[in-house]
């Protein structure tokens, strides 16, 4: 059996004639469909070839160039997606009792404690307690006759006296500290110039405690000197809460609440760095809060 188009007696068929499968008058089949399919497959002979390649091969490396271009431009709106809720996350609670805080807020605090620390001045209580120094030599006892109470000069009015064997929470000891407080609000800027400032950031739980710690100090200096008799007070950290209404009127009772140190507030800030470290650590991988980090 033969074909008209192809002679079977013929092995291999010639190279420029169509391929053997082609039906008969079909438009690539023969010699001219031979001629035709290679026109197809490669457009304008070598001139529609670019660097060699046919044509297929160039929609090949066109596809894969938008595919990866299209690939980097999802990764960088991942990126851009994990960087918001990871900034938005920063503000919640992480679950260690502390409620959350920024570095910038954490800074304000320190920076706030510190001119706390510098808005109590020495010479208003020294005015006040009419004593030159505050060194235990110098420091009056608390008289035990009314009558003999020493006077300020200036103004008539009694001086300052502490009852140094009692704390600060004592009745007598609260309500000087209380006074100091007022003093200082009302003349620190006129007795100790630059006060101004530490005065108007100061809050006052933050003044009370700067109070509390003087006296304190003092207190210890006239044990260790032997100036007091009988058993030490030990020392409180603690200081009224209710500064402000004890200002108010003598009826209000002080509170002892602990007072927040800068090596607290150093901690936990480190404390809630480390568990968000921790916690993104921990991330599985195909986690959409993982950020991707390229080297």
């Not at 291999?12 to 438009?27: E, I, K, S, V």
């Not at 009015?157 to 100091?180: G, K, P, V, Y």
């Not at 200081?239 to 607290?264: I, N």
Request: with cysteine.
């Amino acid at each position: 059996m033969s074909n008209p188009e192809y002679n079977f007696n013929f092995n291999p068929p010639p190279p420029l004639y169509g391929h053997p499968g082609t039906p008969a008058g079909h438009a690539y089949s023969g010699m001219v469909g031979a001629h035709e399919m290679g026109r197809a497959m490669y457009q304008g002979g070598p001139a529609g070839m670019s660097d060699g390649c046919p044509i297929c091969i160039q929609h090949v490396e066109a596809a894969k160039t938008e595919f990866k271009a299209k690939i980097k431009s999802l990764e960088e709106q991942f990126e851009q997606k994990v960087a918001s809720l990871l900034a938005s996350k920063s503000q919640v609670d992480v679950g260690d009792g502390f409620e959350a805080e920024t570095n910038e807020e954490f800074e304000k605090d320190v920076e706030k404690l510190e001119k706390s620390a510098l808005a109590f001045s020495d010479n208003s209580l020294k005015m006040l307690m009419g004593s030159a120094k505050l060194t235990v030599d110098m420091l009056p006892s608390y008289p035990s006759d009314k009558n003999k109470w020493l006077l300020d000069p200036a103004t008539n009015e009694h001086l300052m006296c502490f009852r140094w064997t009692e704390s600060h929470q004592h009745s007598d000891n609260h309500a000087n500290i209380l006074r100091i407080i007022t003093y200082i609000c009302q003349h620190s800027t006129t007795v100790c110039a630059g006060t101004g400032p530490a005065l108007r950031d100061i809050s006052d739980k933050d003044l009370c405690t700067c109070v509390v710690k003087k006296y304190q100090d003092l207190q210890k200096n006239l044990w260790k000197a032997g100036r007091l008799s009988g058993h030490p007070v030990v020392p409180l950290t603690a200081v009224a809460s209710t500064v402000e209404d004890d200002l108010l009127g003598p009826s209000a009772q002080p509170v002892a609440v602990m007072a927040t140190s800068r090596a607290k507030l150093q901690s936990r800030a480190r404390g809630k760095l480390e568990v968000h470290i921790c916690k993104y650590k921990n991330l599985p991988e195909d986690s959409e809060f993982r950020m991707r980090i390229r080297c």
